[in-house]
Nanobody, 126 residues
Framework: QVQLVESGGGSVQAGGSLRLSCAASVYPYSRACIGWFRQAPGKEREGVAAISPGSGITYYADSVKGRFTISRDNAKNTVYMQMNVLKPEDTAMYYC???????????????????WGQGTQVTVSS
């Protein structure tokens, strides 16, 4: 049974930083792909960043490039997302998700993510 548990959310002022964690009970695929998504009230879910735990290759949405960094610790089955220079528009519920990159393809935010965590709230005040 795959379980994803997010942590690290909170409230910060604009310009501050937070580090989110996503702990997976297991990576069921050799081509596992972990993605971070966010959803603000009244808005559609948005992909933020993704990483292949196996290769370490990362992918970022344009809105967070240069501010967010996704990384992994395979010994702990954990993916982190360091969020710096936070803006009020980053306020959202953040979810991590696990999927499988296509054979011959790449881990990205557009693959099918079949497992989702419960989310952690990030609130950035101006």
């Amino acid at each position: 049974q795959v379980q994803l548990v997010e942590s690290g959310g909170g409230s910060v002022q604009a310009g501050g930083s937070l580090r989110l964690s996503c702990a997976a009970s297991v990576y069921p695929y050799s081509r596992a792909c972990i993605g971070w998504f966010r959803q603000a009230p009244g808005k559609e879910r948005e992909g933020v960043a993704a990483i292949s735990p196996g290769s370490g290759i990362t992918y970022y949405a344009d809105s967070v490039k240069g501010r967010f960094t996704i990384s992994r610790d395979n010994a702990k089955n954990t993916v982190y997302m360091q969020m710096n220079v936070l803006k009020p528009e980053d306020t959202a519920m953040y979810y991590c998700a696990l999927g499988r990159a296509p054979y011959g393809g790449s881990c990205s935010l557009s693959i099918d993510f079949g497992y989702w965590g419960q989310g952690t709230q990030v609130t950035v005040s101006s």
